[in-house]
């Protein structure tokens, strides 16, 4: 089994569009997205949800007012400016504390010192996860819960029960939408994967953001490859952008020219190869044909 996971340095540079448009090529293969945090990889392939099932990523504080005593041990012990007095009262003080479950950092240091037993460390509800059936096969994708936490715990558990689902169905591929940017969801989508994809723009920002996850796959020694979407908006910065991945060992797979059709295929919620042939579309194949090749060259896999 084979992992790709593509990337991003920043949101809105197609990684998402790009993903969808793999699964229409690739055939049979688990979609897995892991961008928990803003993931929309569903407003392409509309999965059917099969299972649904809540995450957890730590635990949180909870006063239980009717036994709380206002003694303040809660209050004095707590780093993070969680507690508050100004709990309903209980018949035995007129007020009590109470945890902002926003605030709370998950620690249990105020439960661990609250000597009446007042305090409540269960754990939280983060956000939820799905298995889903799309017409390009399985999907596993999640979303984390308003101001919620421990996205690199959603993400690594998207991708352990990605991983069940390929070897139930004993398909050779994950294809792995990834989070933008170089941190903690990216670390967790990419440890252990097999290839890298990382889609940048010929932009400053496009050039200053590839070297950054350059450095972020090299550190983990995983096979990376770029591609430059829209790259006919500035050819000069473009080629600037190719120039830099070869200084930092990194091989560009292809480019892809601006199109209106990957927004209009966004639009009629298809994948850009499912919307179109010409243009950017065949731009796509042939990126799809090198990470393709590079994924075979890595041992057995069945490219379809």
């Not at 294809?175 to 990216?186: Q, T």
């Not at 972020?216 to 120039?243: M, P, R, S, Y």
Request: aromatic share 6%; charged share 25%; glycine share 10%.
């Amino acid at each position: 089994m084979k992992e790709l996971v593509v990337l991003s340095g920043k949101g809105g540079t197609g990684k998402t569009s790009l993903v969808a448009s793999f699964a229409a090529l690739a055939g049979d293969a688990v979609l897995a997205d892991c961008d928990v945090d803003a993931a929309d990889l569903h407003l392409v392939v509309e999965p059917k949800i099969i299972r649904r099932s809540r995450f957890s990523g730590g635990s949180r504080a909870r006063v239980m007012s009717g036994h709380c005593i206002a003694c303040g041990k809660c209050d004095e012990v707590c780093r993070f400016d969680a507690v508050f007095y100004d709990g309903p009262g209980n018949g035995r003080v007129a007020k009590t504390f109470r945890v902002d479950p926003i605030a709370c950092e998950g620690c249990g240091v105020c439960a661990w010192f609250c000597a009446e037993g007042a305090i409540e460390f269960a754990p939280a509800d983060n956000g939820v996860w799905f298995v889903s059936e799309t017409r390009f096969g399985p999907m596993v994708h999640a979303k984390l819960g308003i101001a919620e936490e421990n996205s690199g715990k959603l993400v690594s558990l998207v991708r352990a029960e990605a991983k069940k689902v390929a070897e139930a169905r004993k398909l050779d591929l994950v294809i792995i939408d990834g989070s933008p940017g170089i941190g903690c969801p990216v670390i967790a989508s990419i440890a252990g994967a097999d290839l890298v994809l990382v889609v940048t723009e010929p932009t400053l920002s496009g050039l200053h953001d590839l070297g950054r996850v350059a450095e972020l796959t090299k550190h983990f020694g995983i096979q990376t490859l770029v591609c430059v979407n829209k790259w006919d908006l500035n050819a000069e910065l473009a080629a600037e952008v190719e120039g830099r991945a070869r200084q930092l060992g990194v091989e560009t797979v292809g480019r892809i020219c601006y199109d209106q059709a990957m927004t209009e295929a966004q639009i009629n919620r298809q994948a850009l190869v499912e919307y179109a042939n010409a243009g950017a579309a065949a731009d796509v194949k042939e990126v799809w044909s090198g990470v393709s090749d590079r994924l075979s060259k890595l041992g057995p896999f069945a490219i379809l």
